[in-house]
T-cell receptor, first 115, second 116 residues
């Protein structure tokens, strides 16, 4: 069964510093990986996805993610954090099997950016 | 704004009652997904519809049911509500629901259900 793991419940970073939110995956077959962000009292917003191709994927709001097949990781990164980046971040993998592409989400990582 | 709309935004009801959550997908999207977000279970897939037909089921209780109508909007019906059903219910949509699709899903703002 497909799964993703987000090992950190919370990541704290100072504004202006680089940030990394970690995600590892377990899939049978080629992984389709996604990052979503959830701001308080809001729905999930799509940030970026990896389907195939370049291992470095660029997304919205200056975020990027690095796909690493050997380490089965898909970490979310940003060179310079903003206070407004503070939110809950979810890694997800598309499920296989049957005629569906439902998403399986990680437990989420709360990113706190201090001014 | 994702283009996915959900109503109502908040719903407060009592145990044993029945409620209906409504979702309108983005224009052109054929697939609708329902997810439940709770503190103890996280974000869990409930059910998916594609062009009016059920495509996949996840951790959906027998007390819950859903349907997708010809105009592609969807409704999630929750009955015999229990305290533990209190959660944020999200609807998402995508253009394709087939296993070959790589389209991202776009999420609505959610319906917060509180069962007292």
């Amino acid at each position: 069964a497909q799964s993703v793991a987000q090992p950190e419940d919370q990541v704290n970073v100072a504004e202006g510093n680089p940030l990394t939110v970690k995600c590892t995956y377990s899939v049978s077959g080629n992984p389709y990986l996604f990052w979503y962000v959830q701001y308080p009292n809001r729905g999930l917003q799509f940030l970026l996805k990896y389907i195939t191709g370049d291992n470095l994927v660029k997304g919205s709001y200056g975020f990027e993610a690095e796909f690493n097949k050997s380490q089965t990781s898909f970490h979310l990164k940003k060179p310079s954090a903003l206070v407004s980046d503070s939110a809950l971040y979810f890694c997800a993998v598309r499920d296989y099997g049957g005629a569906t592409n439902k998403l399986i989400f990680g437990t989420g990582t709360l990113l706190a950016v201090q001014p | 704004d994702s283009g996915v709309t959900q109503t109502p935004k908040h719903l407060i009801t009592a145990t044993g009652q029945r409620v209906t959550l409504r979702c309108s997908p983005r224009s052109g999207d054929l697939s609708v997904y329902w997810y439940q977000q709770s503190l103890d279970q996280g974000l869990q897939f409930l059910i998916q519809y594609y062009n009016g037909e059920e495509r996949a089921k996840g951790n959906i209780l027998e007390r819950f049911s859903a349907q997708q109508f010809p105009d592609l909007h969807s409704e999630l019906n929750l009955s015999s509500l229990e305290l533990g059903d209190s959660a944020l219910y999200f609807c998402a949509s995508s253009f394709t629901g087939t296993s070959g699709g790589d389209n991202e899903q776009f999420f609505g703002p959610g319906t917060r259900l509180t069962v007292l």
